[in-house]
């Protein structure tokens, strides 16, 4: 018994000690796989490791090559203001020449001669002669020549004959692709005495489109391109009493003398149902002393702004329904838009003569008609046409020309001068004089330069006649440049600040491109 009991006993521990063996052997052989994988493991990490060391070593000799080894292209420095002249210059030469400038330092980008007549250029057609950028058109009295704006290169010549009685009337008008090669067309018109006829040219090779057309009306002054809410293209033509619109479709027709075309023009409906079935024209205005024909952007369609003798009027662009009409004096050149009001409606100053040697310059509600803002200055002939520029505050910065006269100068002689002025809407009761001059300024623009970075302005200077001799000199001028130096005027002396604290606040505008 005591045997039996003794292998009981003995029994269970070798039972135990053989399960420990096997659970020895088996937390080994786990040991070993996971030794194993572990290996494997800091293999994979040590060439990551290597892998992203490596990657950071090449990024690094990139970054030093362009940094240090590399050069960089030279960008040119910009001028502040810059003058290019042009000596004994005439405008009869029998030597002339068309040519760009940069606008950075007036460096000369391209020049190119051309025949001395020129009547006139136009430097912003869209896809001219099928180029990307746009292209310049100049018009002489012997034929047009289309320019690369950016080269200088001759796209296309066509030599036109224009009779001695014969003038063309400005501006040249860019229409829908006409023959077909997806480019715009162009249209222009000459004028012999009461009579206009026109010629469509194409935009992509000069080639004349049809034969020339004569519309039925007489004593053209001016025109525009006018599209309807319907997407219908309509010629207007403004005499001295009456303003007619042409269907572009009616135009084409006659031009190719034939009723039945494959462009897709189209006549709007509600205009066909005022035009004249004798004349084929649409009176789109009736009043005397018309002066000038403006459009003003809307919403689907271009609204119609008219000045005359006596009265600036709106009219709605596809009814022809007066939107508001405000009483003014003779105005003395062409309204200028711009934003006054921080909405979407553009508003127009206007330059009524307001006396002798005297004018109003105001700015009106283009919704309304209201009066914003007004000032009187002495004017002279000489002076040239305002401006504007959006800034980022989504307003705009008026500039205009003439002579401020104090209570106290009312009696002191006029200078043979033009003054330079600026206001904001955010600041109606401040002018800045910026610049003055007692050239004859034959061109006065306002534009962004660098990228829509900088506000400037550019004059061309020069003889005040064709047949003068005497230097043409072309100049921009920073805006802030002049701000800094400019003259502070308080027109309401109960209102006076510093004069410093305003030059800054006009120093720090910032200008927008954006409309």
């Known amino acids: ?24 052997d088996a937390v080994s052989g786990q040991k070993e796989t996971v030794c194993r994988k572990s290996t494997k493991l800091s293999k994979f990490s040590r060439w990551r490791t290597a892998a992203f060391f490596l990657s950071l070593f090449l990024c690094l000799i990139i970054v030093f090559a362009f940094a240090f080894i590399i050069p960089c292209p030279v960008r040119p420095l910009s001028e502040k203001t810059w003058s290019r002249t042009y000596r004994n210059a005439s405008l009869l030469s029998p030597c002339a020449f068309i040519a760009a400038a940069s606008g950075t330092n007036s460096s000369i980008l391209w020049e190119r001669p051309v025949i001395n007549d020129i009547l006139s250029t136009e430097c912003s057609l869209e896809k001219l002669g099928a180029t990307e950028s746009p292209g310049c058109l100049v ?4 034929g047009l020549t289309a320019i690369e704006s950016r080269t200088g290169k001759i796209l296309w010549e066509m030599p036109v004959t224009v009779g001695t009685k014969q003038s063309w009337l400005n501006p040249l008008l860019q229409v829908p692709d006409l023959d077909g090669d997806n480019v715009k067309d162009v249209m222009l018109f000459t004028v012999a005495g009461d009579e206009v006829s026109g010629v469509i040219y194409s935009g992509k090779t000069g080639s004349q489109i049809g034969s020339s057309v004569m519309p039925n009306v007489r004593g053209i002054s001016g025109h525009l391109m006018h599209m309807t809410r319907t997407g219908s293209y309509y010629v207007l033509f403004n005499t001295e009493n009456s303003i007619y619109g042409y269907a572009l479709k009616d135009i084409y027709s006659m031009a190719m003398n034939t009723s039945k075309i494959t462009v897709n023009l189209k006549q709007d409906p509600e205009w066909e149902k005022k ?5 084929g024209n649409v009176l789109v205005y009736n009043s005397d002393g018309v002066q000038h024909l403006v459009k003003l952007p809307g919403t689907g369609y271009d609204n119609l702004l008219i000045t005359s003798s006596n009265l600036t009027e709106l009219l709605d662009g596809q009814s022809l329904q007066f939107l508001w009409r405000i009483n003014t004096p003779n105005i003395l050149r062409n309204p200028v838009l711009g934003f006054f009001n921080k909405d979407d409606d553009r508003d127009i100053l206007i330059e009524a003569e307001n006396g002798m040697d005297k004018k109003q310059v ?110 043409v000199t072309i100049t921009k001028r920073k805006l802030k440049e ?26 720090g505008l910032r200008y927008s491109s954006k409309v």
């Open 139 to 142: 018009v002489s009295s012997t």
């Open 482 to 507: 002049d701000i800094s130096h400019s003259q502070v005027i308080w027109l309401n002396k109960d209102e006076k600040g510093s004069d410093k604290e305003t030059r800054d606040y006009f120093f």
């Open 1 to 24: 018994m005591e045997s039996r009991d003794l292998e009981v006993e003995i029994q269970p521990l070798k039972n135990e000690d053989g399960k420990a063996q096997e659970n020895h």
């Open 362 to 471: 105001m700015i009106l509600d283009g919704a309304s008609g209201k009066v914003l803002w007004e000032f009187t200055l002495s004017s002279k002939p000489q002076c040239p046409r305002p401006a504007s520029v959006n800034t980022a505050d989504q307003r705009s910065a008026f500039l205009f020309w003439g002579q401020y006269q104090s209570e106290a100068d009312n009696t002191v002689p006029l200078e043979n001068r033009c003054f330079l002025y600026m206001l904001h809407p955010s600041r109606p009761q401040v002018l800045l004089e910026l610049t003055n001059s007692t050239d004859n300024i034959a061109a006065f623009k306002v534009a962004l330069f660098e990228r829509r970075r900088h506000a400037c302005y550019v004059m061309l200077t020069g003889p005040s006649s064709q047949n003068e001799t005497g230097d």
């Open 275 to 279: 035009t004249n079935s004798s004349s």
